[in-house]
């Protein structure tokens, strides 16, 4: 067989609104699923790239979706001393063709959606995740609301959100990528989200709370 030719791949990164994370955009597709997360190395396995990240000691979380890289950094080193390094990383393993996801770890995502069951956005669903096949219409309105109007924002700024439950007029999100754990945009996002969806379901909405993936 001949061998595979190297596929020209270019990288940059771009910042976000959290200082500790930086994304890398990439001028191609990685993944096929709406996004992936890792928080270590262990729950990284499914993934080759992610896992080859983590052995970088400042890398801290891995996010993936569409045709970035949304990596969040220990406090040990600045970006302007490491972006460099990770993006000729990034570039010459994508240039391979290695795999960014296992192809049994993206069938079983593929399966689940199709299934009906939650999109395995993580390798642990959050303990408050209710089941979209249990939602009620409130709670479809909800998720529909943050899918039009939130998620391609927060997209953009390397980060995810994902409705988890509503109750009694408070409806609970996840923040994940860039989005989790930065104070300042956490409660940008989190009052902007409350005024969307009061404005959007009058007398339904108490309260927005936002945790952190």
């Known amino acids: 067989m001949e061998e595979m030719k190297k596929i020209p791949v270019s990288i940059y990164g771009e910042m976000t609104p959290n200082p500790a994370v930086l994304k890398f955009v990439a001028n191609k597709r990685l993944i096929e699923q709406d996004m992936v997360e890792f928080k270590n190395i262990e729950e990284a396995q499914p993934s080759p790239l ?3 990240l983590f052995h970088f000691p400042f890398v801290k979380e891995v996010f993936i979706s569409g045709n970035y890289v949304a990596i969040t950094k220990y406090d040990i080193v600045e970006w302007e001393d490491v972006t460099m390094e990770v993006r000729e990383m990034l570039r010459e393993f ?3 063709g290695n795999e960014v996801l296992s192809a049994s770890y ?7 959606t199709e299934a009906g069951t939650p999109e395995n956005s993580s390798s642990v669903a959050h303990p408050d995740e209710k089941d979209p096949a249990e939602w009620e219409e409130i709670e479809k309105k909800i998720a529909s609301l943050l899918d039009e109007y939130v998620k ?4 953009s700024d390397g980060g995810n959100i994902k409705f988890l439950k509503y109750e009694d007029g408070a409806v609970k999100v996840l923040l994940q990528g860039a989005c989790s754990g930065c104070p300042s945009s956490t409660m940008t996002l989190k009052q902007g989200i409350q005024n969307l969806l009061q404005e959007m379901l009058p007398g339904q909405i108490r309260t927005v709370e936002a945790v952190n993936g």
């Open 50 to 52: 992610a896992v080859k």
């Open 94 to 96: 994508l240039a391979n």
């Open 106 to 112: 993206s069938a079983q995502a593929e399966y689940s």
């Open 152 to 155: 391609p924002a927060v997209a």
